[in-house]
C-alpha cells in the first residue's frame, strides 16, 4: 500500500491539509494523537516512562502527566532525545499495526510534525510538506493558542527542523499561505496518488 507523509512546522497548517485528505475518504494517522494513545495503552513504553521520569509521569487516574514531562525536557535537549528515543519506536511499530487495518484503501496518509526528527519518514513513500510563511504561522498561532507569546512561538520553531530542509525533502508541497486555495491542490495530489497506487 502507498504511504503518504505529511510534515511542516507549528501553525502551517498540516491538520487542515490532512482533514482535506481525510473528506476523501483517505485513512489518516495523526502521529501526535496516537503518541499520546500508545504512552496511555502500552504498557512496555508506560513502563519505561516510570522509569525514566518517576511515579509521577502518570497521575492517581493512570493518565500521563504531560505538563510534568515537559517541564522536564522542553528546555532539555538530552532529556527531550532521550524522552523521544522511548515515544518514536512505539509509534512506528502502532503506525505499522494501523496501516495494516487500512489494506483495502488505495492509500494512506500519515501526518507528523517530527517526520524527519523521528525517522517515521522511512516507513513513508512519498512526502507532502506544508508551507506558510513565518508571519502567516505566527499570525495563527497567536489567534489559536492563546497562552503562548510570539517569543514562545519562535523558540519552538528554532527547535524544528528548517523549513527549507523539510521543502527539500519533500516530494510534493502544498503552499497554504492564506492566498492559494488549498483544495486545489489537495485534489489534484489525490489524483496522483491514485494512479500512482494503481500502477503499483
Same mark, same amino acid.
Do not use: C
Given at each position: 500500500?502507498?504511504k503518504?507523509?505529511? !510534515?511542516?512546522?507549528?501553525?502551517?497548517?498540516? !491538520?487542515?491539509? &490532512?482533514?482535506?485528505?481525510?473528506?476523501?475518504?483517505?485513512?489518516?494517522?495523526?502521529?501526535?494523537?496516537?503518541?499520546?494513545?500508545?504512552?496511555?495503552?502500552?504498557?512496555?513504553?508506560?513502563?519505561?516512562?516510570?522509569?525514566?521520569?518517576?511515579?509521577?509521569?502518570?497521575?492517581?487516574?493512570?493518565?500521563?502527566? +504531560? =505538563?510534568?514531562? =515537559?517541564?522536564?525536557?522542553?528546555?532539555?535537549?538530552?532529556?527531550?532525545? #532521550?524522552?523521544?528515543?522511548?515515544?518514536?519506536?512505539?509509534? #512506528?511499530?502502532?503506525?505499522?499495526?494501523?496501516?495494516?487495518?487500512?489494506?483495502?484503501?488505495?492509500?494512506? %496518509?500519515?501526518?507528523?510534525?517530527?517526520?524527519?526528527?523521528?525517522?517515521?519518514?522511512?516507513?513513508?513513500?512519498?512526502?507532502? &510538506?506544508?508551507? =506558510?510563511?513565518m508571519?502567516? +504561522?505566527?499570525?495563527?498561532?497567536?489567534? +489559536?493558542?492563546?497562552h #503562548?507569546?510570539?517569543?514562545?512561538?519562535? !523558540?519552538?520553531?528554532?527547535?524544528?527542523?528548517?523549513?527549507?530542509?523539510?521543502?527539500?525533502?519533500?516530494?510534493? %508541497?502544498?503552499?497554504?499561505?492564506?492566498? #492559494?486555495?488549498?483544495?486545489?491542490?489537495?485534489?489534484?495530489?489525490?489524483?496522483?496518488?491514485?494512479?500512482?497506487?494503481?500502477?503499483?
Amino acid at each position: 500500500m502507498l504511504k503518504i507523509g505529511i !510534515t511542516g512546522g507549528i501553525g502551517v497548517g498540516k !491538520t487542515v491539509v &490532512a482533514r482535506m485528505f481525510k473528506l476523501l475518504g483517505i485513512p489518516v494517522y495523526d502521529s501526535d494523537s496516537r503518541a499520546k494513545w500508545v504512552m496511555h495503552h502500552d504498557d512496555s513504553l508506560k513502563a519505561d516512562l516510570i522509569a525514566a521520569y518517576g511515579s509521577q509521569a502518570f497521575n492517581e487516574q493512570g493518565e500521563l502527566d +504531560r =505538563a510534568y514531562i =515537559a517541564s522536564i525536557v522542553f528546555n532539555n535537549p538530552e532529556k527531550l532525545q #532521550r524522552h523521544n528515543s522511548l515515544v518514536h519506536p512505539h509509534v #512506528r511499530n502502532d503506525f505499522e499495526k494501523w496501516v495494516k487495518q487500512h489494506t483495502g484503501k488505495p492509500y494512506v %496518509i500519515k501526518e507528523a510534525a517530527l517526520m524527519y526528527e523521528s525517522e517515521a519518514w522511512k516507513q513513508i513513500d512519498k512526502m507532502i &510538506a506544508v508551507y =506558510a510563511p513565518m508571519d502567516v +504561522r505566527i499570525k495563527r498561532l497567536l489567534l +489559536r493558542d492563546k497562552h #503562548r507569546t510570539e517569543a514562545d512561538i519562535r !523558540t519552538i520553531i528554532s527547535k524544528q527542523l528548517s523549513e527549507e530542509e523539510k521543502m527539500a525533502r519533500a516530494d510534493y %508541497i502544498v503552499t497554504n499561505d492564506d492566498q #492559494r486555495m488549498i483544495i486545489p491542490q489537495v485534489l489534484s495530489l489525490h489524483k496522483q496518488f491514485l494512479e500512482l497506487a494503481s500502477a503499483n
